[in-house]
């Protein structure tokens, strides 16, 4: 709005004391200060509002004028409530510098003016983005993208001065404006929508973390490679997008909620965009593993791959690495609910997953090949050239190759919020292998390490190749009854000592076992004298009947405290 603008309106009793000729100025804001010096307070094109109390002696107006003037201020308007007429040496401090200077009528409160200014500048900035919106979108939808969503949050951020994030399911960056949000408060941002949408409740929804209130919009995929309306919210969930804004939208007139609702439909075009663009390598995934499935020979599997590497890894010099991983999603299916293919949303799910949750874009998966067949997606990983892993102390995604702990790390706590009690992900990594012929191995592998992943307790369980060569393969496909069985005939009796003595027999146990039978380590770990650790020892072989220095009974200790 203009200043012109204030001036006509007489219900705000201002009264132009200078600077007649600058009225055609904007207003982008409004403030009220007493402070001598409110620099670090201003951005430009505010009114500033001041009752005076910083006026203390003539000389105190040439700095405010200039203050004001140099951070690009629209004009002041001064109270006439505290010293009745503006002094003149402010009328002429404020000439100088050639900022307009306006009084403010003793009968006109400040808050009066603020709503005024505040109700302008947002219906006008809304109007104005709303029409820039509306035109982006038929850019879009019409043509390549005019920016991506970056263009669209700094627009949010210049014209309505809300900060905003895009986010994917597992809490990662698609794109933001300003600063970066802070991992942790992104995983919880997404955990909440997530939450939110599996229970039902309509957006925005809204979180407050450190005291600040952000407001969570979905992004759906309502693009061109949209297909019909989903039947189940569990079909979508774990791959659309958010929007995140730092502001509560509690309150907002429909309009401005209309106006955000607009923005995520404009996002969602180039979401349909990057997932059109996953085409190409999904297939690339698909034909690699329908080779390898059916018993292809190697020399065909290896042409294929060779087509496939250029494609993930532009510029690779070498042939790289491949490593497997493979995921399955599963609901509980209760009440008569109609069954929710499980291949397509692991397949989005996993392609969001394998991508490093630091890595910020909407392009960064595209060395990502991730095909699904049946109820379980499988991804082809490439790796680039050099040794394969020795060791798996490595880190999560690195040119050694991804580690399913670290993996499902950043990710866990707000997919578990998506699966709430009725889903749970599953997901097992192969080792690196260096050619097609070992491709086939790594299937098998990755696809043995779900099991084992899924044989575990939680919501979101993982596990890797190096597990399968541990005696930890054997024990999830224990029985249940037989596990219950013999845990409680070992170590039942144990408990009960303890809870009667408090013997800490259970504890003196792991420790012993843990040190390899060492009596001077165990005591010195556990802060004993030998003579009492061999006093506990005794007792434990007392109460179950077995010889702790034989290899039989220290194995089957062993094995019983992992199963229990």
């Known amino acids: 709005m203009r200043l012109r603008a204030l001036l006509e309106n007489d219900a705000l009793g201002l009264r132009l004391l200078g600077g007649e000729d600058e009225l055609d100025r904007s207003v982008r804001g409004v403030m009220t200060t007493d402070l001598k010096d409110p620099s670090r307070y201003l951005s430009g094109g505010e009114l500033v509002l001041t009752g005076l109390a910083w006026l203390r002696e003539p000389a105190d107006a040439e700095p405010f004028a200039r203050i004001l003037s140099q951070a690009g201020v629209a004009a002041l308007a001064a109270g006439e409530a505290e010293l009745g007429d503006i002094p003149d040496d402010l009328v002429e401090a404020c000439s100088r510098h050639r900022l307009p200077l306006f009084a403010v009528n003793e009968s006109v409160a400040f808050a009066t003016i603020t709503e005024h200014v505040v109700r302008q500048v947002s219906g006008e900035r809304a109007g104005d983005l709303a029409a820039v919106v509306d035109r982006h979108r038929r850019l879009m939808t019409s043509g390549p993208a005019g920016g991506g969503p970056e263009a669209v ?201 394998l991508v490093d949750p630091a890595t910020v874009g909407a392009e960064s998966a595209d060395r990502i090949a991730v095909a699904h067949t049946g109820d379980e997606a499988i991804a082809l990983v490439p790796l680039a050239a050099g040794p394969l892993p020795e060791s798996e102390d490595d880190g999560p995604a690195t040119a050694l190759g991804l580690h399913a702990d670290a993996l499902l790390a950043a990710v866990r706590t707000p997919l578990s919020s998506g699966l709430a009690d009725d889903g749970r992900l599953t997901l097992g990594v192969s080792a690196a292998v260096h050619s097609a012929e070992g491709l086939r191995g790594a299937l098998e592998e990755a696809r043995h390490a779900r099991r084992v992943a899924a044989a575990r ?82 007792r434990i072989e007392q109460l179950t009947g077995r010889d702790l220095s034989r290899l039989e009974d220290k194995l089957d200790f062993f094995l019983a405290l992992r199963m229990s």
Do not use: K, M
């Open 457 to 538: 307790p939680g919501r979101v369980c993982a596990a890797g190749h190096h597990e399968l060569a541990s005696h930890v393969l054997l024990l999830p496909f224990v029985p249940d009854d037989v596990r219950r069985a013999f845990t409680a005939r070992l170590l039942d009796p144990l408990r009960d000592y303890d809870r009667r003595h408090r013997a800490e027999l259970i504890p003196t146990l792991e420790a012993f076992l843990d040190c390899d039978g060492s009596w001077t380590r165990c005591a010195t770990r556990l802060h004993l004298h030998v003579n009492t650790l061999r006093y506990r020892v005794g």
């Open 153 to 353: 949050l700094d627009l949010l951020g210049s014209d309505l001065d809300l900060r905003a994030w895009v986010l994917s399911p597992t809490g990662r960056q698609i794109a933001g404006a300003g600063e970066p949000l802070e991992p942790a408060l992104a995983a919880a941002l997404a955990g909440e929508h997530l939450a939110a949408t599996r229970t039902g409740r309509r957006g925005p929804h809204r979180l407050t973390a450190h005291g600040t209130v952000y407001s969570l919009f979905p992004i759906r995929n309502t693009g061109r490679a949209a297909g019909p309306a989903s039947r189940d919210v569990r079909e979508t969930v774990l791959s659309d997008w958010l929007l995140a804004v730092e502001a509560d939208a509690g309150d907002w007139p429909a309009a401005r909620l209309d106006l955000l609702q607009g923005v995520t439909q404009l996002i969602s075009v180039e979401r349909d965009r990057r997932d059109a663009a996953r085409t190409v390598r999904r297939r690339l995934a698909q034909e690699v593993l329908e080779l390898v499935q059916t018993g292809a020979a190697p020399a065909e599997i290896a042409a294929r791959l060779r087509v496939a590497a250029p494609v993930l890894l532009p510029g690779l010099g070498a042939a790289p690495h491949w490593q497997v991983v493979v995921a399955r999603v599963e609901w509980d299916q209760e009440g008569g609910q109609a069954p929710v293919e499980p291949g397509p949303v692991t397949q989005a799910l996993l392609e969001e997953i």
